[in-house]
């Protein structure tokens, strides 16, 4: 009787100390020394049947640890979801970039408020600024959102359509993107048509 209940304790000695240190590794730790524990409790609660008091112990012991293992797990699986890659904000975000239209050597502007008439894109220009787009989301961003051909579509025009031979810089750096280009805060993107 006494073996098992010291090591009963000595278990969940060690489960308490590796939670609160609280590193992946010795929650792992701490989970085979659950299962250790439900083990020997088992096998100790046929042999303690009479015993009242003990039984209540193991058994709220036991439920403790099922809580903190939920716990435990439920943490992990919120580690995983922030890794998702195609995550960009989960709070919303606001992000300007410039965008400059050259054709055969002319700016072409975008229209001031485009993405504003009739209604409130997140992706939008103000009046006085048209060249500046505003990436104004609430909620769960996703890269695909800040895709720049998002922005032709609210603008209602073709990427393609202003001239022969595309060529796209992004900061100054030739890119090939396109349409596809996910766009940062402050990015200054040009686009030149012959
Ligand atoms: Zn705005
Ligand atoms: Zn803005």
């Not at 730790?29 to 049947?49: D, K």
């Not at 001031?112 to 909620?139: K, S």
Request: proline share 3%; with cysteine; charged share 25%.
């Amino acid at each position: 009787m006494s073996i098992c209940v010291s090591a009963i304790k000595l278990f969940s000695g060690l489960n308490r100390s590796a939670k609160l240190r609280g590193t992946d590794a010795e929650h792992a730790t701490a989970s085979v020394n659950l299962l250790t524990l439900l083990l020997f409790s088992g096998e100790c609660i046929l042999g303690f049947m009479k015993n009242k008091k003990i039984v209540i112990i193991i058994a709220s012991t036991v439920i403790v640890f099922i809580l903190a293992l939920g716990v435990f797990l439920q943490s992990t699986e919120q580690k995983e979801e922030t890794r998702d890659e195609s995550l960009v904000s989960q709070k919303g975000l606001h992000y300007h970039a410039d965008l400059a239209i050259i054709v055969k050597g002319k700016r072409v502007d975008v229209p001031p408020n485009t993405g504003l008439v009739g209604g409130h894109n997140p992706m939008h220009t103000h009046d006085g600024e048209p060249n500046i787009i505003h990436m104004e989301f609430p909620g769960i961003v996703r890269a695909d959102d800040l895709m720049l051909g998002e922005f032709f579509k609210v603008w209602k025009k073709d990427m393609r359509s202003f001239g022969a031979n595309m060529k796209m810089t992004v900061n100054g750096k030739e890119n090939t993107e396109f349409e596809n280009y996910h766009m940062k805060d402050k990015d200054k993107i040009e686009l030149q048509y012959e």
